[in-house]
């Protein structure tokens, strides 16, 4: 069995966009801009063996705010340029009941499934209260990068943290 990093995209790989308190994907390639020390983590966390998996809510492509090719186009840029093996997005709005969508675990078992991914020795590192309660329901430790936005908060992340890169060196420490 293996061991994975799954991270959401948005607010853990590259800047989501803060209005009024709450964060929003961008609205173009042109708006990415991957975060500091992103790389770094991530190379250093696949050098120690973690398979790499971004999963990520993307309901704007639902409701028509965001064409589908913009969000392939971001997650094809961070796919060719960061050392990521899978990215998995789920289009879908909450009154949809897919699985697939955080804080359902439906990604993370699907790619547990597929990659043959121990998820008790595995991780999750997110920006908003859905990410962590999928870590936990999918039996990862959790870490939460806390941004304080103006929303609902997670339950009791395993770690709160202000960066990937600081998640990872926990990881890579050990769990202290």
Same mark, same amino acid.
């Given at each position: 069995m293996t061991r994975a990093v799954f991270l959401d995209r948005d607010g853990v790989l590259i800047r989501a966009i803060v209005m009024m308190g709450k964060p929003y994907p961008p609205a173009s390639l042109?708006?990415?801009?991957? @975060?500091p020390q992103v790389e770094v983590a991530l190379n250093n966390l696949k050098a120690a063996g973690y398979i790499l998996i971004v999963v990520t809510n993307q309901p704007d492509v639902a409701t028509g705010k965001t064409p589908k090719l913009v969000v392939d186009q971001i997650n094809k840029f961070l796919?060719? $340029?960061?050392?990521?093996?899978?990215?998995?997005?789920?289009?879908?709005?909450?009154?949809?009941?897919? @699985?697939?969508?955080?804080?359902?675990?439906?990604?993370?078992?699907?790619?547990?499934?597929?990659?043959?991914?121990? @998820?008790?020795? $595995?991780?999750?590192?997110?920006?908003?209260?859905?990410?962590?309660?999928?870590?936990?329901? #999918?039996?990862?430790?959790?870490?939460?990068? /806390?941004?304080?936005?103006?929303?609902?908060?997670?339950?009791?992340?395993?770690?709160?943290?202000? $960066?990937? #890169?600081?998640? #990872?060196?926990?990881? @890579? /420490?050990?769990?202290?």
């Open positions: 042109s708006e990415v801009e991957v @975060l796919h060719d $340029s960061l050392p990521i093996d899978e990215i998995r997005t789920c289009y879908h709005q909450d009154k949809d009941r897919c @699985l697939c969508r955080k804080p359902l675990p439906g990604c993370l078992y699907d790619a547990a499934h597929k990659h043959q991914i121990d @998820l008790s020795k $595995s991780f999750m590192i997110g920006d908003r209260w859905r990410d962590i309660a999928a870590g936990q329901s #999918a039996g990862c430790k959790t870490f939460f990068i /806390n941004y304080g936005y103006h929303e609902k908060q997670p339950d009791r992340p395993d770690y709160i943290v202000a $960066s990937l #890169a600081q998640a #990872a060196e926990i990881i @890579l /420490n050990g769990l202290k």
